[in-house]
Every structure is written in structure tokens, then in C-alpha cells.
């Protein structure tokens, strides 16, 4: 009998979140200064190991709550986080649970759609000249008929994928030290350059992030349900956290480090690794940045969108509409909403939006989720003593 999913499947769930988290504030730069350089690259190096942390934390109790519960939905997650999955369970809590989470996971998807397509639109304005509500437009499109059609095969080569943004972030890294290498030497480390490039205190800086990580963190399980089943064993839980948290941590090490010799210059630009490849490096480089933005808004808005709106199928109970008729006029509408968001700009996008998330996510999510630590147990005491008498 299998003890635990092993190495293999760790590494795929961190690659799995690693895909998912390089998104289009990620692969812009927009985390890098909105979170981690704000108070200049001395302190980048311990604000992501904040988020490493609270990323092994959050992802690992979510981890070992869905292997608990053997939960692989978000609905039946969120309804075993609030003791709601007994047969017997108030039915009128139970709605109540799961129209918050299920505007919850709208708001938490629209945020990052929003992201994907404003990217995606400053993308084709740098290259193209198109303007921005044409090129938000085309991103809308594009990323609906992924989610329609191609997202089968975009979960098929996720490693593929993320091995290639992985690869192409170190390439540019390697040409950013070609130019300014002696300023990213000077910058890496150092706790006295830049304090004032963001107008924030130190002190609000860590709480800022802070809030962002602890409300993001703890609301991965509403995502990772839908992955978790070869998550046999609380080892396997807490281990695939541990890839998750060094994984997607070291995006924001490598983002940090390409846009850091850049600052306070590029400090307000809502993409500022695009505006770097294509105004001080090579069209080589540029064209594997543009590589790295298909990647991520690719592997981030459209399975995310097929996700949920598949959860809104199920109750879109009219048998006269045809199952992909229904999932189009979802996406339609919920692209729709995530084009009018994107409208405020990168920037405030992962600046004001991922807080506001991060606000909601701590009260709804990670209470319920510290407090279940202690039913868990039991369970698992239980089915232990069963399984040895």
C-alpha cells in the first residue's frame, strides 16, 4: 500500500501553483514593486521569505484540510471548513456559505483576469500601437477561446510551460547584469538604498505585504481542491506546501533582481519589465519576454475562468441552452467584467485589488482554516484507531 504521493507529486503541485501564480502582475514586474522593492532591494530577500512562509502555512493547512476531508471542489471545501458537509447540516447556512464563496471566487478571478488583460493589452500597445481598449479587447477574446478550447492542453504542458518561464526570466536576468550588473550588486542586500523610492515607511511596507500574503496565502485552498487527490498522506500536504512557497517565491527573487537596477525610474510603471526589455535590451530578449507574458496570462486567466465557470454551470439548471452555449456567455460576461477592471490599470490592480482580497480572504478563509486544525485531528485520530483494531 502507498504510504505518501512522494517527490513527484510535491513538485508538481509546486509547479502547478509556480504556473499559476506567474500571472500577468508576476510576469510584469508589478508584484516585484508593489510589494518587494518598495523599500529598496535590502529588504527584498526577507519580505518574500514573509511570503514563503505564509505561502507553507496557508497552502499546507489548506493541503491537509482537503486531504482530511477528501474534499476536491471548493464547494464542499469551504462547507467542511465551516463544519456545513454533514447530511444533517442547516441547509440555509449551507446557501449562505456558498453564494459568499462563489462571489468570492468571481472577485478573486476577475482581479487576476483583470491583470492578464491589461498585460496583455500594454503588450500589444508597445509593439502594435494598438490602443489599449483594442488590445484589452483582442487579450478578452483570445483568453475565452483558450478557456473554451484550449484549456486541455494548457494543464497538459503546465511543467513545460513553467520550465520556460522559469528559463527565459534567468536569460533576461543574465542580460539586466550585462548592463547594470554593478548596480544590482551595489542594490542586492543593501538596507540603506531606497528606502524613499515608494514614499512608505519599512514598517508599512511589511504590513502591506504582510496583509497580502496571509489573505492570499490562506485562500489557495479554493484553487488547489481541484489538483489534490495525489495528495495521499499530512506529509505529502506539508512537503508539496514547502515546493509550493520555494517556487513561486523565486519568481519574485528573479522579477525583483531584473527590475531592482531599475528603481525609483520604473517604481510607478504598471509593467515594468516589459518597458525594460523593450527601451535598454535586445529584440532576442524582447521577443523572450513576450514568450514569458504568453506563458503566464495563458497558464493563469483561462483555466482559472473554465474552472469557475463550470462551477456556475451547475446552477444554470435551463435545459434549453446547450452545456457550451452556457460556458460561452459565462466567460463572455465574466471577461467582460475582468476588461471594465482592467481598465484601472495594472498598478492599482496589485496594489489596491490583491489587498482587498487579502482583507476578505484572512476572515472567511483562514480562521475557519486554523480553527479546523483542531477537528482534523480528531478525524485523523479516529481513522487511525479504526484502521488498527
Known amino acids: 500500500m502507498k504510504k505518501h504521493g512522494g517527490f513527484k507529486v510535491w513538485l508538481t503541485m509546486g509547479a502547478l501553483m509556480f504556473g499559476t501564480y506567474c500571472g500577468g502582475g508576476t510576469a510584469a514586474g508589478t508584484y516585484a514593486t508593489g510589494y518587494y522593492l518598495k523599500s529598496g532591494g535590502g529588504h527584498l530577500l526577507p519580505l518574500v521569505a514573509i511570503f514563503m512562509l505564509s505561502m507553507f502555512i496557508g497552502c499546507g493547512l489548506s493541503l491537509n484540510a482537503i486531504r482530511a476531508y477528501k474534499t476536491y471542489n471548493y464547494r464542499d471545501y469551504v462547507l467542511a471548513l465551516y463544519a456545513l458537509d454533514k447530511p444533517d447540516s442547516n441547509p440555509i447556512l449551507q446557501r449562505i456559505v456558498t ?34 481598449w483594442i488590445g484589452g479587447i483582442l487579450a478578452s477574446v483570445l483568453f475565452i477561446i483558450l478557456a473554451v478550447r484550449g484549456v486541455g492542453f494548457l494543464r497538459k504542458f503546465n ?43 519599512v514598517g ?48 519574485f527573487i528573479l522579477t525583483g533582481a531584473i527590475v531592482l537596477p531599475f528603481l525609483p525610474e520604473y517604481m510607478k510603471i504598471g509593467a515594468p519589465i ?24 495563458t497558464s493563469s486567466a483561462a483555466p482559472m475562468a473554465y474552472n469557475l465557470a463550470n462551477r456556475y454551470m451547475g446552477s444554470w439548471k435551463s435545459e434549453s441552452v446547450k ?38 480572504g484572512i476572515p472567511a478563509c483562514g480562521i475557519p482554516l486554523i480553527i479546523s486544525i483542531f477537528r482534523i485531528r480528531k478525524k485523523d485520530r479516529l481513522e487511525k484507531e479504526v484502521a488498527e483494531a
Open 323 to 360: 452545456p457550451g452555449t452556457k460556458l460561452i456567455i459565462l466567460l463572455i460576461i465574466m471577461f467582460a467584467i475582468s476588461y471594465f477592471i482592467s481598465s484601472f490599470g495594472l498598478m492599482a490592480i496589485i496594489s489596491k485589488g490583491f489587498q482587498i482580497m487579502g482583507m476578505i
Open 274 to 297: 516589459l518597458q525594460i526589455c523593450t527601451n535598454y535590451l535586445t529584440p532576442f530578449i524582447v521577443v523572450l519576454y513576450w514568450v514569458i507574458i504568453l506563458f503566464s496570462v
Open 159 to 201: 511543467g513545460a510551460m513553467t520550465i520556460g518561464i522559469l528559463a527565459c526570466l534567468i536569460i533576461i536576468l543574465f542580460a539586466v547584469i550585462g548592463i547594470r550588473g554593478d548596480l544590482l550588486a551595489e542594490r542586492f542586500g543593501n538596507f540603506s538604498i531606497g528606502t524613499d523610492w515608494a514614499g512608505e515607511t
Open 99 to 132: 453564494i459568499f464563496f462563489d462571489l468570492f471566487a468571481l472577485f478573486t478571478f476577475v482581479m487576476n483576469g483583470g491583470a492578464c488583460i491589461a498585460l496583455t493589452a500594454e503588450l500589444l500597445n508597445v509593439a502594435f500601437k494598438l490602443p489599449a
Open 204 to 251: 508599512q511596507v511589511y504590513k502591506g505585504l504582510l496583509m497580502f500574503c496571509v489573505g492570499s496565502s490562506f485562500s489557495w485552498g479554493l484553487v488547489l481542491n481541484s489538483f489534490a487527490k495525489p495528495v495521499i498522506t499530512k506529509k505529502d500536504a506539508y512537503m508539496s506546501a514547502l515546493f509550493i512557497g520555494i517556487m513561486t517565491g523565486s519568481l
